[in-house]
Protein backbone atom coordinates (compact mmCIF):
# COMPACT_ATOMS: atom_id res chain seq x y z
CA UNK A 1 0.00 0.00 0.00
CA UNK A 2 1.55 3.54 -0.88
CA UNK A 3 0.40 6.65 1.30
CA UNK A 4 0.47 9.98 0.92
CA UNK A 5 0.78 12.86 3.11
CA UNK A 6 -3.04 14.44 4.29
CA UNK A 7 -2.31 18.04 3.11
CA UNK A 8 -0.27 20.43 5.65
CA UNK A 9 -1.02 17.55 8.43
CA UNK A 10 2.04 15.75 9.39
CA UNK A 11 -0.10 12.31 9.07
CA UNK A 12 0.26 9.79 6.24
CA UNK A 13 -2.96 8.58 5.06
CA UNK A 14 -3.15 5.16 2.67
CA UNK A 15 -4.10 6.00 -1.05
CA UNK A 16 -7.23 3.86 -0.34
CA UNK A 17 -9.53 5.08 2.31
CA UNK A 18 -12.46 2.86 2.86
CA UNK A 19 -15.73 4.33 2.72
CA UNK A 20 -18.39 3.50 5.26
CA UNK A 21 -21.88 4.66 4.30
CA UNK A 22 -23.64 1.37 3.20
CA UNK A 23 -22.98 0.21 6.76
CA UNK A 24 -26.09 -0.01 8.67
CA UNK A 25 -28.33 -0.09 5.86
CA UNK A 26 -26.90 -2.74 3.32
CA UNK A 27 -24.29 -3.93 5.45
CA UNK A 28 -24.84 -5.57 8.61
CA UNK A 29 -22.40 -5.24 11.78
CA UNK A 30 -20.97 -8.09 11.01
CA UNK A 31 -19.96 -7.26 7.59
CA UNK A 32 -18.91 -4.05 8.43
CA UNK A 33 -16.40 -4.99 10.90
CA UNK A 34 -15.51 -7.65 8.23
CA UNK A 35 -14.80 -5.14 5.73
CA UNK A 36 -12.09 -3.38 8.45
CA UNK A 37 -10.47 -6.11 9.03
CA UNK A 38 -9.72 -7.06 5.34
CA UNK A 39 -8.80 -3.04 4.52
CA UNK A 40 -6.23 -3.16 7.26
CA UNK A 41 -4.78 -6.26 6.48
CA UNK A 42 -4.47 -4.82 2.88
CA UNK A 43 -2.71 -2.13 4.38
CA UNK A 44 -5.46 0.53 4.64
CA UNK A 45 -5.04 3.06 7.66
CA UNK A 46 -7.71 5.79 6.63
CA UNK A 47 -11.78 5.29 7.34
CA UNK A 48 -14.11 7.66 6.17
CA UNK A 49 -17.29 8.25 7.82
CA UNK A 50 -20.09 10.95 8.56
CA UNK A 51 -22.90 11.59 11.04
CA UNK A 52 -25.49 11.43 8.16
CA UNK A 53 -24.59 8.05 7.18
CA UNK A 54 -25.86 5.45 6.45
CA UNK A 55 -26.91 6.59 2.64
CA UNK A 56 -29.65 6.99 1.47
CA UNK A 57 -30.01 8.94 4.54
CA UNK A 58 -33.15 8.58 7.17
CA UNK A 59 -34.05 9.82 11.04
CA UNK A 60 -34.43 6.24 11.71
CA UNK A 61 -30.99 5.20 10.40
CA UNK A 62 -29.10 8.76 11.52
CA UNK A 63 -25.67 8.14 13.18
CA UNK A 64 -25.66 3.77 12.58
CA UNK A 65 -22.64 4.17 10.43
CA UNK A 66 -20.67 5.62 12.78
CA UNK A 67 -22.26 3.10 15.98
CA UNK A 68 -21.40 0.07 14.15
CA UNK A 69 -17.77 1.87 14.06
CA UNK A 70 -17.55 2.63 17.24
CA UNK A 71 -18.28 -0.84 18.30
CA UNK A 72 -15.62 -2.48 15.82
CA UNK A 73 -13.13 0.12 18.13
CA UNK A 74 -14.54 -0.64 21.71
CA UNK A 75 -14.31 -4.72 20.61
CA UNK A 76 -10.31 -2.98 19.38
CA UNK A 77 -9.03 -0.61 21.40
CA UNK A 78 -5.71 -1.73 20.72
CA UNK A 79 -6.32 -0.88 16.61
CA UNK A 80 -7.40 2.92 17.31
CA UNK A 81 -4.06 4.10 17.06
CA UNK A 82 -3.19 2.48 14.13
CA UNK A 83 -6.49 3.95 11.81
CA UNK A 84 -6.94 7.56 10.74
CA UNK A 85 -10.84 8.01 11.51
CA UNK A 86 -12.32 11.19 9.03
CA UNK A 87 -15.72 12.05 10.05
CA UNK A 88 -18.57 14.48 8.96
CA UNK A 89 -20.87 17.05 10.55
CA UNK A 90 -23.67 17.19 7.91
CA UNK A 91 -25.29 20.94 6.30
CA UNK A 92 -28.19 22.02 6.25
CA UNK A 93 -31.40 20.08 4.98
CA UNK A 94 -32.61 17.19 6.88
CA UNK A 95 -35.11 17.89 9.81
CA UNK A 96 -34.10 15.56 11.64
CA UNK A 97 -30.21 16.71 12.09
CA UNK A 98 -30.79 19.98 14.58
CA UNK A 99 -33.74 20.70 13.24
CA UNK A 100 -32.34 21.03 9.45
CA UNK A 101 -30.45 24.39 10.22
CA UNK A 102 -26.92 25.10 9.27
CA UNK A 103 -23.71 24.81 10.77
CA UNK A 104 -23.23 26.90 13.14
CA UNK A 105 -20.07 26.99 16.04
CA UNK A 106 -22.52 25.30 18.50
CA UNK A 107 -23.52 22.78 15.99
CA UNK A 108 -20.35 21.96 15.36
CA UNK A 109 -19.44 20.94 19.50
CA UNK A 110 -22.65 19.15 19.44
CA UNK A 111 -22.03 17.39 17.04
CA UNK A 112 -18.01 16.63 17.74
CA UNK A 113 -19.42 15.46 21.07
CA UNK A 114 -22.33 13.31 19.46
CA UNK A 115 -20.07 11.55 17.08
CA UNK A 116 -17.43 10.52 19.96
CA UNK A 117 -20.02 9.32 21.80
CA UNK A 118 -20.73 6.93 18.70
CA UNK A 119 -17.35 6.53 17.33
CA UNK A 120 -16.25 5.07 21.44
CA UNK A 121 -13.32 7.12 20.57
CA UNK A 122 -11.40 10.24 22.21
CA UNK A 123 -10.55 12.16 19.34
CA UNK A 124 -11.51 12.05 15.41
CA UNK A 125 -8.08 12.24 13.12
CA UNK A 126 -9.97 14.39 10.54
CA UNK A 127 -13.88 16.31 11.25
CA UNK A 128 -15.10 17.90 7.56
CA UNK A 129 -18.14 20.18 6.81
CA UNK A 130 -20.17 17.61 4.82
CA UNK A 131 -21.19 20.58 2.65
CA UNK A 132 -21.26 24.22 3.11
CA UNK A 133 -24.02 26.35 4.49
CA UNK A 134 -24.40 28.46 1.06
CA UNK A 135 -25.63 26.35 -2.08
CA UNK A 136 -22.41 24.65 -4.04
CA UNK A 137 -22.06 23.52 -7.29
CA UNK A 138 -22.42 20.00 -6.92
CA UNK A 139 -25.09 16.78 -7.20
CA UNK A 140 -25.50 18.36 -10.61
CA UNK A 141 -25.54 21.98 -10.04
CA UNK A 142 -22.26 22.36 -11.68
CA UNK A 143 -23.93 23.34 -15.22
CA UNK A 144 -23.83 27.30 -15.97
CA UNK A 145 -27.14 28.81 -13.77
CA UNK A 146 -28.19 26.13 -12.03
CA UNK A 147 -27.37 27.83 -8.95
CA UNK A 148 -26.56 31.90 -8.49
CA UNK A 149 -23.88 33.34 -7.14
CA UNK A 150 -23.81 37.10 -7.41
CA UNK A 151 -27.27 36.69 -4.48
CA UNK A 152 -24.83 35.54 -1.68
CA UNK A 153 -24.47 37.59 0.87
CA UNK A 154 -20.59 37.08 0.97
CA UNK A 155 -19.84 38.63 4.39
CA UNK A 156 -22.99 36.64 5.81
CA UNK A 157 -20.93 33.66 4.73
CA UNK A 158 -17.76 34.81 6.02
CA UNK A 159 -18.66 35.64 9.38
CA UNK A 160 -20.28 32.19 9.45
CA UNK A 161 -17.24 31.00 8.60
CA UNK A 162 -14.64 32.45 11.23
CA UNK A 163 -17.84 31.33 13.44
CA UNK A 164 -17.35 27.49 12.44
CA UNK A 165 -13.22 27.66 12.34
CA UNK A 166 -13.51 29.15 16.71
CA UNK A 167 -15.38 26.11 17.20
CA UNK A 168 -12.91 23.78 15.58
CA UNK A 169 -10.61 25.18 17.32
CA UNK A 170 -12.15 24.70 21.02
CA UNK A 171 -12.61 20.82 19.73
CA UNK A 172 -8.86 20.92 18.67
CA UNK A 173 -7.46 22.98 21.80
CA UNK A 174 -9.49 20.03 23.95
CA UNK A 175 -7.58 17.21 22.33
CA UNK A 176 -11.43 15.97 20.36
CA UNK A 177 -10.16 16.26 16.76
CA UNK A 178 -6.88 16.42 15.47
CA UNK A 179 -7.16 18.57 11.91
CA UNK A 180 -10.52 19.78 9.91
CA UNK A 181 -11.46 19.88 6.32
CA UNK A 182 -14.06 20.41 3.57
CA UNK A 183 -16.64 18.44 1.73
CA UNK A 184 -18.24 19.14 -1.67
CA UNK A 185 -17.17 22.75 -1.57
CA UNK A 186 -15.13 25.21 -3.80
CA UNK A 187 -12.13 26.84 -4.81
CA UNK A 188 -13.84 29.65 -3.32
CA UNK A 189 -15.01 28.25 -0.39
CA UNK A 190 -11.24 26.69 0.31
CA UNK A 191 -9.29 29.83 -0.16
CA UNK A 192 -11.66 31.94 2.08
CA UNK A 193 -11.23 29.25 5.30
CA UNK A 194 -7.64 29.37 4.29
CA UNK A 195 -7.42 33.50 4.39
CA UNK A 196 -9.39 33.71 7.73
CA UNK A 197 -7.35 30.98 9.62
CA UNK A 198 -4.27 32.81 8.97
CA UNK A 199 -6.01 36.00 9.87
CA UNK A 200 -6.93 34.97 13.02
CA UNK A 201 -5.19 32.18 14.08
CA UNK A 202 -7.15 29.23 13.47
CA UNK A 203 -6.86 25.94 12.41
CA UNK A 204 -5.97 25.45 8.38
CA UNK A 205 -8.18 23.26 6.21
CA UNK A 206 -6.25 20.17 5.55
CA UNK A 207 -8.78 18.45 2.68
CA UNK A 208 -11.15 18.56 0.75
CA UNK A 209 -13.34 15.58 -0.33
CA UNK A 210 -15.44 16.10 -3.52
CA UNK A 211 -17.38 13.87 -6.42
CA UNK A 212 -14.72 12.84 -8.70
CA UNK A 213 -14.71 10.27 -11.48
CA UNK A 214 -14.31 9.36 -15.04
CA UNK A 215 -17.97 10.72 -15.52
CA UNK A 216 -17.28 13.87 -13.05
CA UNK A 217 -13.99 15.52 -13.13
CA UNK A 218 -14.95 18.96 -12.96
CA UNK A 219 -12.35 19.38 -10.50
CA UNK A 220 -9.64 19.45 -12.47
CA UNK A 221 -7.77 21.76 -13.48
CA UNK A 222 -8.45 24.50 -11.13
CA UNK A 223 -9.58 23.27 -7.75
CA UNK A 224 -6.74 20.33 -7.92
CA UNK A 225 -4.48 22.83 -8.83
CA UNK A 226 -5.80 25.27 -5.73
CA UNK A 227 -5.32 22.10 -3.57
CA UNK A 228 -1.73 21.04 -4.27
CA UNK A 229 -0.78 24.49 -4.03
CA UNK A 230 -2.07 25.23 -0.85
CA UNK A 231 -1.30 21.97 0.48
CA UNK A 232 -4.95 20.44 0.61
CA UNK A 233 -5.16 17.10 0.88
CA UNK A 234 -8.31 16.26 -2.10
CA UNK A 235 -10.34 12.98 -1.68
CA UNK A 236 -12.39 11.86 -4.30
CA UNK A 237 -15.86 10.66 -3.28
CA UNK A 238 -17.44 8.51 -5.36
CA UNK A 239 -15.04 7.26 -8.02
CA UNK A 240 -17.16 4.72 -9.59
CA UNK A 241 -19.79 7.59 -10.25
CA UNK A 242 -22.29 6.74 -7.62
CA UNK A 243 -21.58 2.55 -8.60
CA UNK A 244 -22.44 3.34 -12.11
CA UNK A 245 -18.35 2.74 -13.42
CA UNK A 246 -18.56 -1.26 -12.61
CA UNK A 247 -20.99 -1.26 -15.19
CA UNK A 248 -24.07 -2.83 -12.95
CA UNK A 249 -26.15 -0.16 -14.01
CA UNK A 250 -26.25 -0.28 -17.86
CA UNK A 251 -29.38 -0.72 -19.52
CA UNK A 252 -31.71 0.36 -17.23
CA UNK A 253 -30.76 -2.43 -14.80
CA UNK A 254 -31.22 -2.09 -10.88
CA UNK A 255 -29.55 -5.34 -9.15
CA UNK A 256 -31.79 -6.57 -6.37
CA UNK A 257 -30.36 -4.76 -3.34
CA UNK A 258 -28.24 -2.26 -5.07
CA UNK A 259 -28.58 1.80 -3.91
CA UNK A 260 -30.54 2.44 -7.01
CA UNK A 261 -33.46 0.23 -6.14
CA UNK A 262 -33.68 2.54 -3.04
CA UNK A 263 -35.16 5.84 -3.23
CA UNK A 264 -32.07 9.07 -3.17
CA UNK A 265 -32.17 12.31 -1.58
CA UNK A 266 -31.04 14.33 -4.69
CA UNK A 267 -32.77 11.32 -7.55
CA UNK A 268 -30.96 9.53 -9.68
CA UNK A 269 -29.19 12.51 -11.31
CA UNK A 270 -26.30 10.21 -12.84
CA UNK A 271 -28.80 8.06 -14.69
CA UNK A 272 -28.57 9.68 -18.44
CA UNK A 273 -27.81 8.32 -22.14
CA UNK A 274 -24.83 9.89 -22.12
CA UNK A 275 -23.50 8.00 -19.18
CA UNK A 276 -24.48 4.85 -20.60
CA UNK A 277 -23.12 5.46 -24.13
CA UNK A 278 -19.34 6.28 -22.13
CA UNK A 279 -19.50 3.38 -19.77
CA UNK A 280 -20.24 1.09 -22.71
CA UNK A 281 -17.07 2.70 -24.16
CA UNK A 282 -15.19 2.42 -20.51
CA UNK A 283 -16.25 -1.17 -20.05
CA UNK A 284 -14.23 -2.36 -23.88
CA UNK A 285 -11.10 -0.57 -22.93
CA UNK A 286 -11.08 -2.45 -19.49
CA UNK A 287 -11.98 -5.40 -20.99
CA UNK A 288 -9.32 -5.43 -23.70
CA UNK A 289 -6.88 -4.39 -20.54
CA UNK A 290 -7.84 -7.73 -18.69
CA UNK A 291 -9.10 -5.59 -16.03
CA UNK A 292 -12.53 -4.94 -14.96
CA UNK A 293 -14.73 -1.42 -15.28
CA UNK A 294 -14.57 -0.64 -12.05
CA UNK A 295 -10.66 -0.96 -11.61
CA UNK A 296 -10.18 1.22 -14.58
CA UNK A 297 -12.23 3.99 -13.34
CA UNK A 298 -10.11 3.80 -9.40
CA UNK A 299 -6.97 3.27 -10.84
CA UNK A 300 -7.07 6.25 -12.91
CA UNK A 301 -8.62 8.58 -10.69
CA UNK A 302 -5.42 6.88 -8.21
CA UNK A 303 -3.36 8.58 -11.04
CA UNK A 304 -4.63 12.30 -11.40
CA UNK A 305 -2.20 14.29 -10.34
CA UNK A 306 -2.87 15.93 -6.75
CA UNK A 307 -5.70 13.19 -5.74
CA UNK A 308 -3.99 12.11 -2.19
CA UNK A 309 -6.47 8.81 -1.19
CA UNK A 310 -9.46 7.80 -2.97
CA UNK A 311 -12.77 6.44 -0.90
CA UNK A 312 -13.91 3.73 -1.69
CA UNK A 313 -17.12 1.80 -0.86
CA UNK A 314 -18.13 -2.11 -1.21
CA UNK A 315 -21.17 -3.70 -0.45
CA UNK A 316 -19.49 -7.58 -0.13
CA UNK A 317 -15.81 -8.60 0.71
CA UNK A 318 -15.52 -10.18 -3.15
CA UNK A 319 -16.39 -6.08 -4.50
CA UNK A 320 -13.81 -4.77 -1.82
CA UNK A 321 -11.05 -6.89 -2.50
CA UNK A 322 -11.73 -6.08 -6.51
CA UNK A 323 -11.88 -2.35 -5.26
CA UNK A 324 -8.42 -2.76 -3.59
CA UNK A 325 -6.74 -4.46 -6.24
CA UNK A 326 -7.00 -1.87 -8.75
CA UNK A 327 -4.71 0.48 -7.40
CA UNK A 328 -1.64 -1.69 -7.64
CA UNK A 329 -2.74 -1.94 -11.62
CA UNK A 330 -0.49 -0.04 -14.34
CA UNK A 331 -2.31 0.88 -16.92
CA UNK A 332 -0.45 1.18 -20.45
CA UNK A 333 -0.56 4.56 -22.28
CA UNK A 334 -2.99 2.64 -25.08
CA UNK A 335 -5.37 2.27 -22.16
CA UNK A 336 -4.79 5.55 -21.23
CA UNK A 337 -4.93 7.18 -24.05
CA UNK A 338 -8.38 5.71 -25.18
CA UNK A 339 -9.75 6.82 -21.99
CA UNK A 340 -8.58 10.37 -22.53
CA UNK A 341 -10.73 10.00 -26.05
CA UNK A 342 -13.98 8.87 -24.14
CA UNK A 343 -13.66 12.09 -21.65
CA UNK A 344 -13.12 14.18 -24.73
CA UNK A 345 -16.46 12.45 -26.60
CA UNK A 346 -18.42 12.58 -22.65
CA UNK A 347 -16.74 15.42 -20.34
CA UNK A 348 -20.00 16.20 -18.79
CA UNK A 349 -22.37 13.22 -19.10
CA UNK A 350 -24.53 14.02 -16.24
Known sequence: MKFSKLGSSNIDVSRVCLGSMTWGLQNSQQEANQQID????????????????????????????ETYIGNWINANQTKRKDIILASKIAGAGLPYIRNGGIITGEAVIQSVDASLKRL?????????????????PHFSKHRPNKINFTNVDRQQESAQMLEILQAL???????????????????????????????????KMVAIQNEFNLLHNKDWPYLIENCVHEDIAFLPWSPLAGGMLSGKYLNGA????????????????????????????????????????????????????????????????NQLEENIAAFDLTLSEQTLSAVDQVIKTYPAPF
Not at 43 to 56: K, S
Not at 175 to 202: F, M, P, V
Not at 285 to 303: E, F, H, R, S, V
Request: charged residues 20%.
Open 169 to 203: KLCMDAGKIRHCGLSDDTTWGINEYLKLSEQYALP
Open 38 to 65: FALSKGINFIDTAELYPVPPSGEKYGLT
Open 120 to 136: QTDYIDLYQLHWPNRTS
Open 254 to 317: RPEGSRWTMAQRNGLFRATEQCDLAIQQYAKIAADAGITTAQLALNWCDNVDGVTSTIIGATSL
